[in-house]
C-alpha cells in the first residue's frame, strides 16, 4: 500500500507543480533563473502516511477505491490474474513465448523461443509490480536495475482472460517491444 501512497503524492505533487507553481525556468525579479523544487536531488517522498496524519478520513475512504488500490507490489494479493490453465501468450513479431507463474510468493514470467519442438532461447524475469485494481485489468512491471518495463502479459479480469496487453498485439505499436530490452 506504501507504493500506492507514493503514486497518490507523486501525481498530487505533479498536478500542483503544473497548474500552481511557477514554470520551469521562469525568473524572478532578478533575473536569477527559478526551477522547480520538486526537482532538487535533495528532495524526497513523504509518503502516504505522512499525509494521513491529519486527513485520515481521506485515506481510509480512498484506498477503497479502484484508483486508490491501483498499485502495488506483485502479491497473491493484489493479483486477479489466473495463471496455472492459461495458454502460453506468443508475441509474433518478436516470435517469443511467455509464460507468467507463481513461485511461491514471486511472480514470474518466462520468456522462451521455440525451433521446432526444441527450446533455443529462455528467460525467467521476475515482476516486481501490479498496475490496475482488477476490476478491469491488471498489467505487470518488471523492475530491471532501477528501470521499469511492462511485462509482455496481461490479466483481462472482467474475461478472467490472459492475453498480450493491447500495445504487444498490433504491428502499429510494436515499439513496445522494442522498450523491453530484455525480450530483444
Ligand atoms: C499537519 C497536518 C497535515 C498534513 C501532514 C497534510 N495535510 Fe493536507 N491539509 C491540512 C489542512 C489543515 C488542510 C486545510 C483543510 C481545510 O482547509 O479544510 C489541508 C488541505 C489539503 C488539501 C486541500 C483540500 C481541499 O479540499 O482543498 C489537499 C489536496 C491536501 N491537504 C493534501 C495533502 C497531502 C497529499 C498530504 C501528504 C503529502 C497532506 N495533505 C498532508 C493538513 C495537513
Not at 494521513?52 to 494479493?77: E, L, P, R, V, W
Not at 490472459?162 to 517491444?177: I, K, M, S, V, Y
Request: proline letters at 2%; glycine letters at 10%; charged letters at 20%.
Amino acid at each position: 500500500m506504501k507504493k500506492v501512497a507514493l503514486i497518490v503524492v507523486i501525481v498530487f505533487v505533479a498536478v500542483f507543480a503544473m497548474f500552481c507553481g511557477p514554470g520551469k525556468g521562469d525568473t524572478k525579479q532578478g533575473g536569477e533563473l527559478t526551477t522547480f523544487a520538486g526537482l532538487s536531488d535533495t528532495v524526497s517522498y513523504v509518503g502516504i502516511n505522512t499525509c494521513k496524519q491529519c486527513h485520515q478520513d481521506i485515506y481510509n475512504t480512498y484506498m477503497q477505491t479502484g484508483m486508490g488500490q491501483s498499485f502495488d507490489n506483485a502479491t497473491h494479493a493484489k493479483s486477479k490474474g489466473k495463471f496455472e490453465d492459461a495458454k502460453v501468450l506468443y508475441d509474433k513479431f518478436s516470435d517469443l513465448y511467455y509464460k507468467p507463474y507463481w513461485k511461491g510468493d514471486t511472480l514470474k514470467v518466462t520468456e522462451f523461443r521455440l525451433s521446432g519442438n526444441d527450446t533455443v532461447y529462455k528467460r525467467v524475469q521476475a515482476v516486481s509490480y501490479i498496475v490496475g485494481s482488477g476490476q478491469h485489468t491488471n498489467s505487470h512491471i518488471i523492475n530491471v536495475k532501477g528501470y521499469l518495463y511492462q511485462a509482455p502479459f496481461t490479466f483481462y479480469a472482467q474475461q478472467g482472460r490472459l492475453d498480450l496487453p493491447r500495445a504487444l498485439r498490433t504491428a502499429t505499436t510494436r515499439g513496445l517491444a522494442g522498450l523491453l530490452a530484455w525480450s530483444a
